[in-house]
C-alpha cells in the first residue's frame, strides 16, 4: 500500500526529470528498515507517482522574490505518502528523512537558481475500505 504522490507546478517540467526523482524515491522507499532490520515498504507495493499541476498561485505572485534578486517565478513540490498503519513513530521518522534526504539532494541545483518550496507529509489512516488486486507482489514474495 506504500504509495508516494507528488503534486508540482509544472513549470519544473523544464528543469528537472520527475521520472527520475520517481525512481530515485522508489528506490529509497526500498531501503528503508523497521527496528526489526525487516523492509518497511514492500517491493510490489511500492509506487511513486508525479503528477504536474498546469494552473497554480504560489505565495505572494512573485514579488518578494523578485524583490530579492529573482525572477518571481515560485515552483513548488508537495510529496505525500500513504503508509499502512502498525508501524512505529521511530519507523515512520526514519523513511521520512530518508525520503527528505533524497528530495533535498535532487532538487539542490534547482533551489540554487531558483525560489521553491518543497513539503513532504506521511499520513497514515483508518482505512474504511482496503481492497488489493495485483499480480506483481508474487514476483517479489519467492521463498
Do not use: W
Not at 494552473?55 to 499502512?84: I, Q, S, W
Request: aromatic letters at 8%; hydrophobic letters at 45%; charged letters at 20%.
Amino acid at each position: 500500500m506504500p504509495h508516494l504522490v507528488i503534486l508540482y507546478t509544472g513549470q519544473l517540467d523544464h528543469e528537472v526529470s520527475m521520472t527520475a526523482l520517481c525512481r530515485q524515491l522508489a528506490d529509497a522507499m526500498l531501503t528503508v528498515k523497521d527496528e526489526d532490520a525487516k523492509q518497511v515498504f514492500p517491493t510490489g507495493g511500492t509506487r511513486v507517482l508525479a503528477y504536474p499541476a498546469p494552473h497554480y498561485a504560489v505565495a505572494d505572485g512573485g514579488a518578494a522574490g523578485k524583490a530579492a534578486g529573482g525572477t518571481g517565478d515560485y515552483a513548488f513540490v508537495y510529496l505525500n505518502v500513504r503508509m499502512g498503519r502498525g508501524r512505529s513513530e521511530a519507523t515512520q521518522q526514519s523513511a521520512g528523512q530518508i525520503l527528505l534526504e533524497v528530495v533535498k539532494a535532487f532538487f539542490a541545483p534547482v533551489m540554487a537558481q531558483r525560489h521553491i518550496g518543497i513539503t513532504l507529509q506521511i499520513d497514515e489512516g483508518p482505512e474504511v475500505f482496503d481492497a488489493k488486486h495485483s499480480n506483481l507482489h508474487p514476483l517479489f514474495n519467492k521463498a
